[in-house]
């Protein structure tokens, strides 16, 4: 399908709300939408390799919930983030392709406004709890996606063969 990558933006942008309004209850709807990716892809052995990349992500969720900048309800780490990590690495081949060609600086800001955007969202939705004050807490996001951002596009063009990562859209 060579205008995948809008089905691949519907569906992360579905998991994304699911997460944010359903929290808890979002890991069913979310591990369907996910699975509707992986039965419409045409690419679905690219965007299974770049799930390798999940446990960064995972990693540094893990470190945020721990050093206390943010909460969940949740006991452990929350199958609905991990579910997130999986839909949002995997639109590295497809939705956010485009930022795999970009140049370090592009990628650096895109992280730490994106990246810190999503989070501050998680929160005023409700999913997520801000621990810190909004000026500490949105900064430490933006500074920690800063840094993120470009190790998850360098770990997508190391897993990425060179002829497959120029012809994906």
């Not at 979002?26 to 045409?42: E, Q």
Request: one cysteine or more; hydrophobic letters at 60%; glycine letters at 8%.
């Amino acid at each position: 399908m060579k205008r995948f990558w809008i089905i691949n933006l519907l569906l992360f942008q579905l998991c994304w709300f699911s997460a944010a309004l359903l929290g808890d209850n979002a890991a069913l709807a979310m591990t369907l939408l996910i699975a509707l990716h992986f039965l419409l892809s045409p690419t679905r052995k690219a965007d299974a390799k770049l799930l390798l990349l999940m446990p960064i992500g995972i990693a540094v969720d893990k470190l945020q919930l721990e050093i206390g900048g943010f909460s969940t309800v949740d006991v452990g780490f929350p199958l609905w983030l991990a579910l997130l990590w999986c839909i949002f690495i995997i639109s590295f081949n497809h939705s956010l392709h485009w930022l795999t060609r970009q140049k370090s600086w592009v990628v650096v800001l895109f992280g730490a406004i994106g990246g810190a955007s999503s989070y501050w969202a998680g929160i005023q939705f409700g999913v997520l709890q801000a621990r810190w004050n909004e000026l500490m807490l949105v900064g430490s996001l933006m500074l920690v996606w800063s840094l993120l951002m470009p190790l998850l596009i360098t770990g997508y063009r190391l897993l990425q063969p060179r002829t497959l990562a120029n012809t994906m859209r």
